[in-house]
């Protein structure tokens, strides 16, 4: 999914997002972050007290 801002400057990238409803809560949550081409920028493991 694209977050869309009709507002963006030129040369402004957009965001990507997936929002996701969690089945095991008491697992901890990858997020992995790309560029628009698919290199990898950044892993993280966060378990959810911590995103609290």
């Known amino acids: 999914m ?3 801002d009709e507002a963006l400057e030129p ?3 957009l965001l990507y ?3 996701l ?3 095991e809560e ?3 949550v990858n ?3 790309y560029d628009d081409e698919y290199n990898l ?3 993280q493991e966060l378990s959810l007290s ?3």
Do not use: F, G, N, W
Request: no cysteine; charged share 30%; glycine share 0%.
């Open 17 to 19: 997002y997936a929002a």
């Open 41 to 43: 920028l950044s892993r």
């Open 11 to 13: 040369d402004t990238e």
């Open 21 to 23: 409803h969690l089945i």
């Open 2 to 4: 694209a977050l869309k």
């Open 50 to 52: 911590e995103a609290e």
């Open 31 to 33: 997020i992995t972050v």
């Open 26 to 28: 008491k697992m901890p």
